[in-house]
């Protein structure tokens, strides 16, 4: 099956600072989603970005499907950024496979 | 519009039990996936139900089953409940189960096995 990396595992960042999230996938996808997970655990929809460029205020994504990976910038970083990033592809079904996460911190 | 809703929020069985776990899509879609996460891990792909048939299955042991009812609600059985099978149990709609289409999740259910 596909394989998904993200990197890197964690990221602490001060408020304000700019972030690079990358995910690395081995294979030719038909989706690929970044998720926020909150605290109590439910997956918040950030990108389904199978190609190209997204931008929905200080986040933005950029999938180069021809290289196989996919970076989501956070700009002027803040507290509430804070938590587990995902990255997640599916092929031809829509089993979606996840990476391990990034876990970012956001200091005040 | 509604989203993705799960039930129970949090579970608690003892060894052995049964369990059942039951996902409401959002309207209109008419594919259902269940995925569980360990504490530390990115969710795991369970089942994929579409128009009431499994669709998908990932590398869970035949003490998990599934079904999906003609209203495209679906429930997630496990049997013989293990200490290993704590977890959050995360529900996922989509239009089809194609792989080109986005996916929208639940809160999830808290299962924890003593």
């Known amino acids: 099956g596909i394989q998904v990396e993200q990197s890197p595992p964690d990221l602490i960042l001060q408020e304000g600072a700019n972030s690079t999230l990358r995910c690395n996938f081995s294979?030719?996808?038909?989706?690929l989603q970044w998720f926020h997970q909150n605290p109590w655990g439910q997956l918040i929809n950030l990108f389904y970005?199978?190609?190209g460029t997204k931008q929905n205020g200080r986040l933005s994504a950029t999938t180069v499907a021809t290289e196989r990976y996919s970076l989501l910038y956070i700009s002027s970083s803040q507290t509430t950024d804070s938590g587990v990033y995902f990255c997640?592809?599916?092929?031809?079904?829509?089993?979606?496979?996840f990476g391990k996460g990034i876990t970012l911190s956001v200091r005040p | 519009d509604a989203g993705v809703t799960q039930s129970p929020t949090h579970l608690i069985k003892t060894r052995g039990q049964q369990v059942t776990l039951r996902c409401s899509p959002i309207?209109?879609?008419?594919?259902v996936s269940w995925y569980q996460q360990v504490l530390g891990q990115g969710p795991q792909f369970i089942f994929q139900?579409?128009?009431?048939?499994?669709?998908g299955r990932g590398n869970f042991p035949d003490r998990f089953s599934a079904r999906q009812f003609p209203n495209y609600s679906s429930e997630l059985n496990v049997n013989a409940l293990l200490l290993g099978d704590s977890a959050l149990y995360l529900c996922?709609?989509?239009?089809?189960?194609?792989?080109?289409?986005?996916?929208?999740f639940g809160p999830g259910t808290r299962l924890t096995v003593l």
């Open positions: 996922a709609s989509s239009l089809s189960p194609r792989g080109g289409r986005e996916q929208f």
């Open positions: 294979d030719s996808v038909n989706n």
């Open positions: 970005i199978p190609s």
């Open positions: 997640a592809v599916a092929g031809a079904n829509s089993k979606l496979t």
């Open positions: 309207s209109g879609h008419k594919s």
């Open positions: 139900y579409y128009e009431k048939e499994e669709r």
